[in-house]
Nanobody
Framework: QVNLVESGGGSVEAGGSLRLSCVAS????????MGWFRQAPGKEREGVGV???????????YYADSMKGRFTISQGSAKDTMYLQMNDLQPEDSATYYC??????????????????????WGQGTQVVVSS
């Protein structure tokens, strides 16, 4: 079992920034890919980006096309820690942000894109509210 805990959510005004954190614990040897998703009320969960955590691709990141530019994923000093830096936040970025993890040996997610079904483990989410 892998446990994921997100933190760093909160309320900001449009144009502001937030950094979310995700810490994985438990049997993390079962995973090599961590990702960020978000879900706004009444909408489907959408991918932000992923980061590979082990081997020669450790720290390598890939983003959903719509998320490129204002969002940056990075790895902490501990390989099981992941950050999401969000800049120039807009009201449409308001959502619950989730951390997820999975094993993706062949980097399939990086090649074809990410979806919620690709991930086996999920955190509880952290809420981000952006006011105009």
């Amino acid at each position: 079992q892998v446990n994921l805990v997100e933190s760093g959510g909160g309320s900001v005004e449009a144009g502001g920034s937030l950094r979310l954190s995700c810490v994985a614990s438990g049997y993390t040897v079962n995973t090599n890919c961590m990702g960020w998703f978000r879900q706004a009320p009444g909408k489907e969960r959408e991918g932000v980006g992923v980061m590979y955590t082990t081997g020669h691709v450790a720290g390598r990141t890939y983003y959903a096309d719509s998320m490129k530019g204002r969002f940056t994923i990075s790895q902490g000093s501990a390989k099981d820690t992941m950050y999401l830096q969000m800049n120039d936040l807009q009201p449409e970025d308001s959502a619950t942000y989730y951390c997820a993890a999975t094993l993706d040996v062949h980097m399939t997610i990086a090649m074809r894109g990410m979806g919620p079904a690709d991930f086996d483990y999920w955190g509880q989410g952290t809420q981000v509210v952006v006011s105009s």
